[in-house]
């Protein structure tokens, strides 16, 4: 029997084929093209097993089959072979996530996935960017900025807030326009981070020097959120806000209340502004439903509190941030309606 | 028992995974990140058999452990696990392609790869380029040249010769100055096609239009390689030479006699050429190596008769192309040596 490397025999195994399968492949990869009758006297597979052999190596899209007398059987190389095999996980990856949609629960245990390949990591990043309804922020190396823009594109263009912390403004021409975008500058960070309306956050570390395997992780436990969340406040309050465009005044979505706060402290003096906020409220622990006039804010960073003033028909609420307490509520669901 | 949709139960076994494998991952992605105990509880899957379930999941790149106590199991996302797998491919095939070039036979029987998806065709295109050792023929609309442009510089970085037949001259910058170029122009023809050393040649129609599904093939058939070579002979009889650069003129590599015998007529007026062929003698059909200055060339298109003069220590001999009938020596492999 023709041997197949064993590393290689157990590879292919691992993903699906069968011995005879994987020794039918190797047999015509060294070969060449051949009939069955090759095939089994090359291989030492029986030839009455070498049909049904051929017939699923044919339905995976190794081997495709030449017409004459006898039949001659060619191999697809390596290459357009696993082609085809990858776009056949893709089509099965999109099935899964087609089909998930309908079943998964919304009420997940929280958890963190880490990773040390940086094409991964840019991936959970993606994946983070996407899961948002409300406001991503976003903190990124200017030098990587172009590596994400069109992620960011697609982000607004889900009428996503973005809120984008950067150390040097970059070419925006593909972003401006498109949605509710705030582009704050600050001193340089080398990493990335991506956070979706207060529920999950995806970092990469070092992404300025492209390290082939960085420190990253995607996690929703609520702890290492809000973690980031501080950091991010902390950047707010040294930043400086260099572009503003609202191009859908009568939507702007925040998870952040102190980006809403900041909001309001630009624009209440010019322009009323009205808020739809889902919150919890302190001490109950109830959700509930806010609607009403924004009528002030509180920004204070020595005090450490930033939260919005929303008169409610049951008078006026201080709406806070996650984990508030000396607010009348706590949200991560903001929505503002200008003019 | 937890139901998995049918189809994804079919398409997970066919890569790989067991029943209780697709039934864990499937029960995770619904119910999010669970213990043991809940894995077991909502997928019917027998307790004793989690753990190992679980840890070939995990292997698999599929699933994560989170420590505590119990611990917690977290699913990838079908996007990053899938995409870890499909690195695994990636491995798998370089692996694949590693050790089959030691044991791979030189001479196999020919054969034809037929493809209808734009991208797949796209990789044989490439595949063909890159088998090239002497000369890589390429015919392509200009709207295409962009595509492929790092292609055609791999070509020339392998000091393979480079005839590029193309409706426009496109901007060569990219190309110039790495190895030895001919760029012609001719009337516009909407399909891709690359042929490599006479021996292989990959075809993909209506390039131009971007077709999802354009019929396309690879093939090692000798017939349909000098089909393709007919079709590029026409081509050459009605296009004009627009650029020539020959960065390595000692070394100038043809598998198409008629582009030898036209370099011969451009330069031998004021230049010595010196010729190495390997070449099979026509009538006794034996392969030989002939070494000597190159002396005349003939390029008639109305007797359709193509081929090169050398002065070899047994006299001046004739040296045809592909099928050479009238001429002393038929070759795929000439290297000219100039000045």
């Known amino acids: 029997m023709m ?14 084929f069968t011995k005879y399968e994987t020794l039918t492949y190797w047999t015509l990869l060294v070969y060449g093209p051949s ?18 052999t051929i017939s699923s190596l044919k339905r995976r899209g190794f081997v495709t089959e030449i017409n004459g007398n006898p039949k001659i059987y060619a191999p697809y190389s390596p290459r357009i072979a696993f082609f085809r095999f990858k776009k056949e996980l893709d089509d099965i990856m999109k099935k899964l996530e087609i089909e998930l949609k309908n079943v998964k629960k919304e009420e997940q245990r929280p958890a963190i996935w880490r990773s040390h390949d940086f094409e991964e990591a840019l991936e959970m990043f993606r994946e983070t960017l996407e899961s948002a309804r409300r406001e991503v922020i976003v903190v990124t190396p200017s030098e990587f900025f172009e590596d994400i823009e069109g992620d960011l594109k697609e982000v607004l263009e889900r009428n996503v807030t973005l809120s984008l912390y950067i150390d040097k403004v970059p070419d925006l021409s593909g972003l401006i326009g498109r949605g509710n975008l705030f582009v704050r500058q600050f001193h340089k960070l080398n990493h990335l981070v991506g956070m979706a309306d207060g529920k999950e956050v995806a970092m990469i570390q070092n992404v300025t020097f492209r390290p082939s395997q960085p420190p990253s992780f995607r996690s929703t436990y609520r702890e290492i959120v809000f973690s980031q969340y501080s950091l991010i406040l902390e950047i707010f309050k040294e930043a400086t806000l260099e572009v503003e465009d609202i191009s859908n005044p009568q939507d702007i979505r925040f ?30 622990g109830e959700m509930e439903k806010l609607y009403g006039s924004v009528v002030g804010y509180t920004l204070s960073f020595q005090r450490g509190t930033n939260n919005v003033h929303v008169e409610t028909d049951r008078g006026i609420v201080k709406i ?11 949200s991560t669901d903001l929505k503002l309606i200008m003019g």
């Open 255 to 284: 998870f952040a209340v102190f980006h809403a706060a900041d909001l309001v402290k630009r624009h209440l003096h010019k322009t009323p502004i009205f808020a739809e906020i889902s919150a919890r409220k302190v001490g109950s």
């Open 35 to 52: 009939t069955a009758k090759e095939i089994s006297e090359k291989s030492g597979i029986p030839y009455n097993r070498v049909y049904d």
């Open 320 to 330: 806070g941030g996650m984990f508030a307490v000396i607010e009348d509520y706590e």
């Open 3 to 16: 041997e197949v490397p064993p590393e290689i025999m157990q590879a292919l195994i691992e993903i699906g």
